[in-house]
């Protein structure tokens, strides 16, 4: 039996406190920049003072608990995000904070005081914001948010303002220099480890992220007088496109360590019932966890789009392309002999979704631990995790901040 130094039932009082921080009759709903995110961290800044962190919000908005070191050696940190997508989840994001801070809790109540301090963090907005943009904290303070970014506006507000109403200050943003280590605790957010003998995910790499848009023209015509074989029917090409990008995503996926390509938006005009199609557009969310693959199938996609019937023609443009992320390879052996020791099973994974830990291994060496969650089910009301899985995940960071604080 495992003898666990976290206390299970103090994580899940606070994971069940913040999920009832949430939009009336919309559970688990705590957006960024919205009055009830703002409940949120008030309750969460409570909770880091009450632990004896010292609190403050940085430039990029994030609500950081510091526990102060002995030596000045510079910072581990661990943490996550808080908000949450529309109608979403209530482990996601959340359950890393309050792992982050269950950890500096235990820490004291152990007499364990480390070199390093130790900076819990709640990063602002990882997921999609009122503005259109994610993981804003994370990377403000990988110094890399986009200047153009603040002043997009959402009623009335830039963002550049709306990180002053949330306490940071977009004019003091940059990287921030001082940290040694980054560890993130998450659900997995898909199926592998609930279905599998591991405890729990060590997270190898962040898989990049690509858009791409495909807008193919045909020619309209009338439904009912065009006889079959003389249309330039745009739908019927674009449709026979979304069935070959299946099969090839599923080739690649067979292939790499992991790949995925969907068709997440497909609208045709002038969408009436007695018209033939004149024009389809697509929208493709393609991720890739090496490089080389992403390449390899832009490459296919561009030929596949220039082989199209007689009178059909497409453009492909690729609207955002993210590069994969590594994690560092020292801490992901650090975190599997952590695992060991807690007497827990690790797996090594690659994610799919994209983290705060992709722009933080931008300014220090980052890894990530999942965790199981019901069904891989995420980013909708039926999403859960067990208890006793996140308190699992605690206890190997828990394990492996005390390493990297001796090493």
Not at 202 to 215: D, F, K, L, P, Q
Not at 217 to 240: F, I, K, S, W, Y
Not at 269 to 277: F, I, K, R
Not at 383 to 398: F, P, S
């Amino acid at each position: 039996m495992r003898n666990l130094r976290v206390s299970p039932a103090r994580i899940e009082a606070d994971l069940q406190a913040m999920a009832a921080i949430t939009d009336p009759g919309r559970p688990w709903t705590r957006r960024a920049f919205s009055p009830r995110f703002d409940a949120g961290r008030d309750w969460l800044r409570a909770r880091f003072g009450a632990a004896g962190l010292a609190v403050s919000v940085d430039a990029g908005g994030n609500l950081l608990g510091r526990l102060a070191g002995s030596a000045g050696c510079g910072a581990i940190m661990l943490g996550s995000h808080s908000d949450t997508v529309p109608d979403g989840g209530r482990f996601d994001g959340i359950a890393g904070v309050i792992v982050a801070l269950e950890v500096a809790r235990v820490l004291q109540e152990r007499g364990i005081r480390l070199r390093h301090d130790l900076v819990v963090a709640d990063f602002l907005a990882e997921e999609v914001s009122v503005f259109g943009v994610s993981c804003i904290g994370s990377r403000a303070m990988a110094g890399v948010l986009p200047q153009d970014w603040l002043s997009l506006s959402h009623e009335g507000r830039d963002l550049a303002r709306a990180l002053g109403d949330v306490g940071g200050d977009a004019a003091r943003i940059a990287p921030r220099d001082d940290v040694r280590a980054f560890l993130e605790l998450h659900i997995e957010q898909g199926p592998v480890l609930e279905n599998g003998p591991e405890d729990i995910g060590i997270v190898t790499a962040i898989a990049g992220i690509t858009r791409i848009e495909i807008v193919i023209e045909g020619r309209p015509d009338h439904a009912g007088t065009t006889p079959m074989t003389g249309r330039a029917d745009a739908l019927v090409a674009a449709a026979a496109l979304v069935g070959a990008i299946e099969a090839e995503a599923r080739r690649r996926a067979g292939a790499a360590s992991h790949f995925t390509a969907t068709v997440g938006e497909f609208a045709i005009e002038p969408g009436a019932a007695n018209v033939v199609p004149s024009r389809a557009r697509l929208l493709i969310d393609a991720r890739a966890a090496e490089r080389e693959q992403m390449q390899g199938f832009l490459g296919w996609l561009s030929a596949r789009a220039g082989a199209l019937p007689e009178g059909v023609s497409a453009q492909v443009k690729v609207l955002s392309d993210n590069p994969p992320v590594a994690m560092d390879a020292g801490l992901v052996d650090l975190l599997g002999a952590a695992a060991g020791r807690c007497g827990a099973s690790g797996r090594r994974m690659v994610s799919g979704a994209g983290h705060d830990a992709a722009f933080m291994a931008r300014i220090a060496p980052a890894a990530m631990v999942f965790v199981p969650c019901r069904g891989g089910r995420s980013h909708c009301p039926e999403e859960w995790a067990e208890t006793n899985d996140i308190a699992l995940g605690a206890e190997v960071l828990a394990e492996a901040v005390i390493a990297l604080d001796q090493a």
